[in-house]
C-alpha cells in the first residue's frame, strides 16, 4: 500500500507527458480544421457588412443632397466621374398680389425690384449667418440660368423668413407659374470620383460646367474600386435620373452598391 502511494506521488514521465502533447496538438489541428472555415466566413461577412454600411452612407448623403438642390442645376461633368449642382437650403412662394387691405411688398416683375415677401416659406436658412441667393423660375437654359445669373441675386443679411431684401435689386426674366422662389448658397456642390475616394467639395458658381472632376473637398467613402456618377434628363424634362455606381473593395471583398435618384426639375 505504502509503494502504491509513493508511485502515485512521483507524476507522469518524461514519454507519458510527451505523448500527452503530441494528442493534444493532434486534436488541437483537428479542431483548427473544422474552425478556419466558420471563422474566416465571420471576419469576411464582417468585412462585406462595414464596406455595406459605407456605401450605402455615401450613396444616402449624395441622394439627400441632390433631392434638395435647385430644379434645373444638375450638371454633368467630364465623363460620369463627377456632376454639380446648386444647394437649395430653402424656399417658399414669393407675394404677386397684395392681401385684402392693400398692403405688402409684392415681388415686380416689370423692373428692379429691391425686397419682396415670401408666403409659406420652407425652411428659410439665417441670412446673418451666410451669403446666399434668390432664384425665380430656374429652366437652365440661356436667359433663365441661376448658373449665369439671368434669375439669381444676392440676399441682404437683414433678410427674414417673411421678407427677402436683395443685394442688389434685381429684374426676374420669368414669372415662376407657382410663384416659387428658391434660395441657395453661394457656391456649386460638386461630387466627385476622385482616384479611390468619393469626395464632396464646392466651387464658386461659374457659367461654365465642369471641365475636369476635383480631387479635393470631404472624403464620403474610401477604398473605392469603382464609381460612376452618370446624369441624364427623363423623356419628360420636368425630371432627371442620376445613376449612381459605387464599389469599395477591402481585404479580399468587393462590395458595389447601384442606386437610381429621381432628380425633380420643375422650378
Not at 43 to 69: C, M, S, Y
Not at 71 to 87: D, I, K, V
Request: aromatic share 8%.
Amino acid at each position: 500500500m505504502a509503494r502504491a502511494a509513493k508511485r502515485l506521488l512521483c507524476g507522469f514521465t518524461l514519454v507519458e507527458a510527451a505523448l500527452a502533447i503530441a494528442i493534444l496538438g493532434i486534436v488541437a489541428a483537428v479542431v483548427a480544421v473544422y474552425l478556419r472555415s466558420p471563422v474566416e466566413g465571420y471576419f469576411a461577412t464582417a468585412r462585406r457588412a462595414q464596406l455595406t454600411e459605407a456605401a450605402d452612407n455615401a450613396i444616402r448623403r449624395l441622394a439627400r443632397d441632390v433631392r434638395a438642390a435647385l430644379p434645373n442645376s444638375l450638371r454633368q461633368g467630364p465623363g460620369t466621374q463627377c456632376f454639380e449642382f446648386l444647394a437649395a437650403p430653402g424656399g417658399g412662394r414669393y407675394r404677386w398680389q397684395v392681401d385684402g387691405g392693400g398692403g405688402g411688398d409684392v415681388l415686380d416683375l416689370d423692373s428692379l425690384d429691391g425686397s419682396f415677401d415670401v408666403l409659406a416659406s420652407v425652411a428659410l436658412p439665417d441670412f446673418s449667418s451666410g451669403t446666399y441667393h434668390a432664384v425665380v423660375y430656374n429652366l437652365g437654359i440661356p436667359g433663365a440660368d441661376a448658373y449665369a445669373g439671368d434669375n439669381r441675386t444676392g440676399l441682404a443679411g437683414s433678410s427674414t423668413p417673411t421678407l427677402l431684401n436683395l443685394s442688389p435689386s434685381k429684374k426676374y426674366p420669368f414669372a415662376s407659374p407657382g410663384r416659387r422662389v428658391h434660395v441657395i448658397e453661394n457656391e456649386a456642390v460638386v461630387y466627385s470620383c476622385a482616384g479611390s475616394t468619393l469626395r464632396r467639395s464646392t466651387r464658386p458658381i461659374a457659367a461654365a460646367p465642369l471641365t475636369s472632376c476635383p480631387g479635393g473637398g470631404e472624403i464620403l467613402a474610401a477604398n473605392v474600386s469603382a464609381c460612376s456618377l452618370d446624369y441624364t434628363n427623363a423623356v419628360n424634362p420636368r425630371f432627371g435620373v442620376l445613376a449612381v455606381t459605387l464599389a469599395l473593395s477591402s481585404g479580399g471583398e468587393t462590395v458595389t452598391l447601384y442606386h437610381e435618384i429621381h432628380v425633380s426639375n420643375i422650378p
